[in-house]
């Protein structure tokens, strides 16, 4: 498994754990240099919001992946944290709806985290 791979799956579990709702997987390292996936879910809460970033962080520091750069803080609904090989964007339900990333991103693939 290549290291992108891994940290996508890495992220996925913390959020999962954190009970994240709608996480998906976007594959762009066809159509993007910035990164080779977005990985993104929404939280119900601001609290919900922040556990699942400290989750993310927290599991892929543990795996030796350290962030590049966050934006965003205890009262954003979004937030986003780049590690370079992937980009985890964690959003209120809201917002999520509004930017709609998923369909900014139509000509990465979806996929399923089990499949990496």
């Not at 992220?11 to 999962?16: G, H, W």
């Not at 996936?37 to 993310?56: H, P």
């Not at 937030?79 to 000509?107: A, C, G, P, Q």
Request: proline letters at 0%; zero cysteines.
């Amino acid at each position: 498994m290549n290291q992108s791979a891994e940290m996508v799956k890495i992220a996925a579990k913390a959020l999962e754990d954190k009970k994240a709702e709608d996480i998906r997987v976007i594959d762009i390292r066809e159509i993007s240099t910035i990164a080779d996936f977005f990985v993104i879910a929404n939280g119900t809460n601001a609290n919900q919001l922040a556990a699942m970033r400290d989750a993310v962080d927290e599991e892929l520091y543990k795996a030796g992946y350290h962030t590049k750069q966050v934006e965003g803080n205890q009262n954003s609904t979004w937030i986003l944290m780049d590690y370079n090989d992937i980009i985890v964007h964690i959003f209120s339900k809201e917002d999520r709806l509004f930017y709609n990333l998923e369909r900014m991103w139509t000509d990465g693939k979806q996929i399923d985290v089990n499949q990496l």
